[in-house]
Structures are given as C-alpha cells and as structure tokens.
C-alpha cells in the first residue's frame, strides 16, 4: 500500500490559481492546460481543474435535482 504524501507548496499554488482560473477565464485556463508540462505546479493545475469541473457538474446535478422534486406550475 502507498503512503500518502502531502502535496508540494508548488501543487497547490498551481492548483488554487487553476481553479480560480477555471471559474473566471475558462478559454484562458484551457490553453495554458494544453501544455502538458510535468512539474508538480503544472500538476497542480490540472487537479485544480479538474475539481472545479467536478464541482460545476455536482452543482448542476443538485440542480436539475431539486427542480425535479419542485416542479413550477
């Protein structure tokens, strides 16, 4: 079994400006994602990026949820 390691200062800078990014400029966080770099902070990123789409695809689940349950007439 692996040992769960804390994430490097450099991930989560990477990953708190990806997310914001995410939710402010999509278009912009989506061309500097396509650079395939390797270093933690670009890892980072595209954990961050991922949590955000996560997040925005819960959000509109829980949505489309409730307004099942709560239809307007």
Same mark, same amino acid.
């Given at each position: ?6 994430? !490097?200062?450099? +991930? *989560? ?18 061309? *500097?994602? !396509? ?8 890892? /980072?990123?595209?954990? /961050?990026? %991922?949590? +955000?789409?996560?997040?925005? *695809? %819960?959000?509109? !689940? ?10 307007? %007439?």
């Amino acid at each position: 079994m692996e040992e769960e390691q804390d994430p !490097s200062p450099e +991930y *989560i800078k990477g990953f708190n400006q990806m997310y914001n990014l995410k939710k402010e400029m999509p278009e912009v966080a989506q061309q *500097i994602l !396509s650079a395939k770099a390797e270093n933690d902070r670009f890892k /980072g990123m595209v954990g /961050g990026a %991922r949590q +955000y789409e996560l997040e925005r *695809i %819960r959000e509109v !689940s829980q949505k489309g949820r409730d307004q099942n349950r709560n239809p307007e %007439r």
